[in-house]
């Protein structure tokens, strides 16, 4: 299954993923803030429940590398009927691991809770999967996941943001403003296609007409939506 459908990622390690890539954020957008101790020890119990299912997902994503890798399996693990893992991907996990704690204890450690949109998570989630050497692969779990996967988990972006501890954001257009701003559009998009894929339905210009007339003023409308991006299709294709 390609990371874009649905994943066997764990509910808790998308909320991991979440907070990792809002430190990235900040990093990258130079937020002054207090960092707190990147000592897993100093983390509350939730997020050292997070932090393991984070951990899960990585051992599981590096496995499923491995054997990819792997043109012929070694005498031990075709009679186990499993890989053992390589001293290579073990420190590897553990080197994540560390990064995602210090980012926890980033987040969690700022005077103001900070907050992400769903466009600037699956951009800077691009760059983390080529840190990490990570890659769609059929029947693969892929941690990060993308946003339209915290969508479906949590019911909508915002509520994915609130089961992290994050602020949320408003998705619709803000006071005063005539128009939604390019991360509204995409976020738009976004849990359009995670409502559809949840359903099962196609994501037809057609079908966002009857969402967005679901969902009068906080998202874009369909013709809002084409003269943004130029088309249809192209909006589809902004965000997967």
Known sequence: MSDSGKTHTSSPAVLGALLFITARSLDDADVPGTPASADPAQLSPADKEILAEVELALTAQTDDSGRSESSAPTDDSAQSGAAAPTDDSTSSVTSTL??????????????????LTASRYDRLRKTVLESLGAASAQGATIWPPTSQTAVQRFGSWNEALKAAGLATNKIGRAKGQLRFDADAYATAIAEFLADCESRGTAATYKAYTEYAAEHKVEVPSAAAVRKFYGSWNAALAAVR
Not at 98 to 115: I, L, N, Q, T, Y
Request: hydrophobic content about 55%; overall charge neutral; glycine content about 6%.
């Open 98 to 115: 560390a990064e995602v704690a210090a980012a926890f204890a980033h987040v969690r450690g700022r005077a103001e809770v900070p907050s």
